[in-house]
C-alpha cells in the first residue's frame, strides 16, 4: 500500500540517541544515589573503596613509652612589684631624669625639687646646734670647777647639784638639735627621687614646672619591676591532689608559656606558689610561677597560655591522632592478621599535644591506623603503605 511508509533512518537515530542518554542519565543516577553503611557503588575512586579492595593505610604500633603530665591553663602576666613613684616633700619640680618607658635601675635619679628651703632648714638647725654645744661646753667646765671647790669644802653641795643638772639638760638638749639637723638633712635628700628597685617607667603624669605635693594620688610616674616577672593562672580543684604530689617531689616545677593552645613554647619558668584556699565560686585554686623575662617579651597584664609539667607517666603509647572520637566513645582501627580494620573501643589517660597514654583496649605491639582512618568502616580490608605515599 502506497501510504504505508517506513520512518526516515534519520528519526531512528534520534530515538536511539535519546534512549542512549537516558541509560546514562539513570546509570549516574544509580551510582550517586545514598546507599546504607557498608553498602557502596561499585567502580574505582569512590570513598570507602570496592568490596573486595583494600583501603591503603599508614599504621603505627602501640609500645610502651612515657607522656609529659601537663596542666594547660589561661593566665595572666603579672609584676612582682609595681610602684608608684611620689614626691615625699612639696616644692616646685625642678627636673625629670628620665623618659617614659625607660628602663631604669634602683638608685638612677629620676627628678629633683626646688632644694633651697630644705637647705635654709638644715642650716638653721646646724647652727642652733653648735649654739647649744658651745654651752654645753661651758656648763661640763663649770661643773669641773664645782667638783673641785667642792673638795675644797667652798662650795654648797646645792651648787654643785645645779651645775651637774645643768650639764644634763644641755646634754639632751644636744641630742634634740642632732636630731633636728638629721630630719633637715633627710627632708633635703627627698628633694632628689630615685628608683626604689629595678624596672621599667611608665608615662610620666607631672611636667617640669609644676608644684607637686606628699599628697598627690597620682604621683610622678609608676615604676614597674618586669625581671623577673610573674604569672598568675587558676587550674580545677581536681587537678589540685596530682599538683601537691608532684610539687612534694620537685618543689620547682617547670612551667611553660605558649604562643598559643599547642603552639612553640615561648618562655619557661618555676612554679612560685600555690594558693591557699579554693575559690568556692569557680572551684579553682590561684597558682603563680615566675619568669626571668630577659629579653622583655611579657608585659603585666598580658594573657598568655601555661603549660605546667607534672612529670612523665609510663604506659602504652600511641599519637594522639590515631584515636578517634564518636558518640560510644574514644577508638582506634586495629589492623588484624587478615588485614582487616576492626573498630576498637579505648580507654586513654594523659596526653601531651602528641602522643597519649593507652589505659585499656590495646597491647603493647598492636597495629593501629594511623592515616587513612576517614575511608575506614569496621571490617574494611586495608592496604599498608608508608605515611608518607
Known amino acids: 500500500m502506497d501510504h504505508l511508509t ?60 612515657q607522656v609529659d603530665r601537663n596542666l594547660r591553663a589561661l593566665g595572666t602576666v603579672t609584676s612582682p612589684a609595681s610602684v608608684t613613684i611620689r614626691s615625699r616633700v612639696d616644692g616646685p619640680l625642678l627636673a625629670l631624669h628620665f623618659a617614659d618607658g625607660q628602663a631604669v635601675q634602683a638608685g638612677d635619679l629620676l627628678a629633683e625639687i626646688d632644694p633651697q628651703p630644705f637647705e635654709i632648714q638644715l642650716a638653721q638647725a646646724e647652727g642652733q646646734q653648735l649654739q647649744h654645744a658651745a654651752q654645753l661646753a661651758n656648763a661640763r667646765q663649770d661643773l669641773a670647777r664645782y667638783e673641785k671647790l667642792f673638795k675644797q669644802d667652798s ?72 625581671r623577673p616577672i610573674d604569672v598568675v593562672f587558676s587550674i580545677p ?23 598559643q593552645a599547642g603552639g612553640a613554647v615561648v618562655a619557661d619558668g618555676r612554679l612560685l606558689a600555690v594558693d591557699n584556699q579554693i575559690d568556692v565560686a569557680t572551684g579553682t585554686v590561684q597558682l603563680k610561677s615566675r619568669f626571668a623575662n630577659q629579653d622583655d617579651a611579657l608585659f603585666p597584664n598580658q594573657f598568655v ?69 576517614d575511608r575506614l568502616r569496621d571490617g574494611s580490608l586495608v592496604e599498608i603503605v608508608e605515611p608518607a605515599a
Open 305 to 373: 597560655q601555661v603549660r605546667l609539667r607534672l612529670g612523665l607517666e609510663s604506659g602504652l603509647v600511641l599519637p594522639l591522632r590515631a584515636v578517634q572520637r564518636g558518640a560510644g566513645g574514644e577508638f582506634v582501627y586495629r589492623i588484624g592478621a587478615d588485614r582487616k580494620a576492626q573498630r576498637v573501643a579505648v580507654t586513654t589517660g594523659v596526653d601531651d599535644g602528641s602522643q597519649v597514654v593507652i589505659q585499656s583496649g590495646l597491647q603493647a605491639g598492636d597495629q593501629v591506623v594511623l592515616e587513612g582512618t
Open 155 to 226: 662650795i654648797a653641795r646645792q651648787q654643785l647639784d645645779a651645775a651637774r643638772a645643768q650639764v644634763r639638760e644641755l646634754e639632751g638638749q644636744a641630742r634634740i638639735d642632732q636630731a633636728a639637723v638629721d630630719n633637715a638633712r633627710m627632708q633635703l635628700g627627698y628633694t632628689r627621687i630615685t628608683a626604689p628597685l629595678d624596672g621599667r617607667l611608665g608615662m610620666r603624669k607631672v611636667d617640669v614646672g609644676n608644684m607637686v605635693h606628699a599628697a598627690d594620688a597620682d604621683g610622678l610616674v609608676v615604676l614597674t619591676q618586669s
Open 237 to 259: 580543684q581536681t587537678a589540685l591532689p596530682d599538683l601537691l604530689q608532684a610539687r612534694r617531689r620537685v618543689p620547682d616545677l617547670t612551667t611553660q608559656l605558649l604562643a
Open 6 to 65: 517506513t520512518p526516515p533512518a534519520g528519526g531512528r537515530r534520534r530515538v536511539w540517541a535519546w534512549v542512549t542518554l537516558l541509560a546514562l542519565i539513570g546509570l549516574f543516577v544509580w551510582l550517586l544515589w545514598p546507599r546504607p553503611p557498608g553498602q557502596q557503588p561499585m567502580g574505582r575512586g569512590f570513598r570507602g573503596g570496592v568490596p573486595g579492595q583494600a583501603t591503603p593505610v599508614a599504621v603505627v604500633a602501640a609500645a610502651p613509652g
